[in-house]
């Protein structure tokens, strides 16, 4: 998909590993993403492609951020990992540390009020 990009200076060009697993099933994915604020992208979009598959008549759907957060929580696990190039390492942060950088990626998105 396509994704806006908001870069920040201590986020830009982190490479991030999105591991997603839906349900509390056995099924696990992970995706790769280029910078933290892609793989914040991927979740909104991910969410906004169930809300689609929910309601397929639909062309035009409203949810609110939390609708978002809810569901980012509804999901078995979820959690990422950034690389610390310096370090040459991966650090893993939860579904809390993703919730928050949603919450201020959509705030800097909406602009001043």
């Known amino acids: 998909g396509i994704f806006r990009q ?13 591991l ?3 349900t509390n099933a056995a099924s696990r994915t992970y ?3 280029e910078t933290v604020e ?3 992208e991927g979740v909104v979009g991910m969410f906004e492609a169930h809300l ?9 759907i409203n949810y609110t951020l939390a609708d978002l957060l809810a569901h980012v929580d509804s999901l078995g696990d979820l959690s990422c990992l950034t690389l610390q190039a310096s370090a040459g ?6 579904r ?7 919450v ?10």
């Open 6 to 18: 908001f870069v920040t200076v201590s986020d830009a060009m982190t490479h991030t590993i999105l």
């Open 20 to 22: 997603l697993q839906p």
């Open 31 to 33: 995706s790769d993403f």
């Open 38 to 40: 892609q793989a914040l």
């Open 52 to 60: 689609k598959q929910l309601y397929p008549q639909k062309h035009h």
């Open 89 to 94: 390492v991966y650090v893993p942060h939860d």
């Open 96 to 102: 809390q540390w993703i919730k928050t950088r949603i």
């Open 104 to 113: 201020n990626l959509l705030q800097k998105q909406a602009g001043p009020r």
